[in-house]
């Protein structure tokens, strides 16, 4: 398909244990973002690629949370050492450039147990 | 810092009522603005957007919204709803030099009932 892809769509954790979830954006969006939404909340930025370069990483909340996106397509958000209050659905969204229109993948469910 | 209020976060009503669902946003400078709408086990999606121009935006399935910058409001609103309709409603804000970062409000559940 041509939409933002996410997966794995669910995942089910640990505590202590360490996961990694991958974002497909739409070719040749140049823009990728990542966002938590808590159960109940609205989705709050965690951090934000255009191409390769991490632009803004400030919504990540602790140094447990780290993402890449090393070839300028394929993004990973990595959670070290996972944490009851880490779980939500992890969405991602691309662009076509900075301020453009944002697309929406379906999102991960993280859950810890 | 930015901040989006979504003044309701439940709002039940009956099919073909109007309804609105309020917004207000609170900022230093200019921005954009958006709402989003998530239908039961599904993603985000855009519904409309104001970037500028014309304060008053309009979406394909009959949704409107009107910035109103001395308010700092952007009310979404729709004339008659539809079962359809039911979904959860985000209110989102980005400044211009931010690169899209959306700020993104609490989210309103809109439950049209027949």
């Known amino acids: 398909g041509a939409g933002v892809s996410q997966s794995p769509r669910y995942k089910v954790a640990k505590r202590g244990q360490d996961v990694a979830l991958r974002c497909d954006p739409i070719?040749?969006?140049?823009?990728l973002f990542w966002y938590q939404q808590a159960l109940g909340q609205g989705p709050e930025f965690l951090t934000y690629?255009?191409?390769?370069?991490?632009?803004?990483k400030s919504g990540l909340p602790s140094d447990r949370f780290f993402a890449e996106r090393p070839e300028g397509s394929v993004s990973t958000l990595k959670i070290q050492r996972t944490q009851q209050e880490d779980s939500a659905v992890y969405l991602c969204?691309?662009?076509?450039?900075?301020?453009?229109?944002?697309?929406f993948g379906p999102g991960t469910r993280l859950t810890v147990t | 810092a930015q901040s989006v209020t979504q003044l309701d976060s439940q709002v039940p009503v009956f099919e073909e009522a109007p309804v609105e669902l309020r917004c207000n946003y609170s900022?230093?400078?200019?921005?954009?603005l958006f709402w989003y709408v998530q239908y039961p086990n599904q993603g985000l999606q855009l519904l409309l957007k104001?970037?500028?121009?014309?304060?008053l935006v309009e979406s394909i399935n009959g949704f409107e919204a009107e910035f109103n910058k001395s308010q700092t409001s952007f009310h979404l609103r729709k004339p008659s709803v539809h079962i359809s309709d039911t979904a959860e409603y985000f209110c989102?804000?980005?400044?211009?030099?931010?690169?899209?970062?959306?700020?993104f409000g609490q989210g309103t559940e809109l439950s049209v009932k027949p």
């Open positions: 989102a804000v980005t400044r211009y030099n931010q690169g899209g970062k959306l700020i």
């Open positions: 900022s230093s400078v200019s921005v954009y």
């Open positions: 070719s040749g969006h140049v823009s």
């Open positions: 104001y970037l500028s121009g014309s304060t």
């Open positions: 969204a691309s662009s076509f450039q900075a301020g453009y229109e944002q697309y």
């Open positions: 690629f255009q191409n390769e370069a991490q632009l803004d």
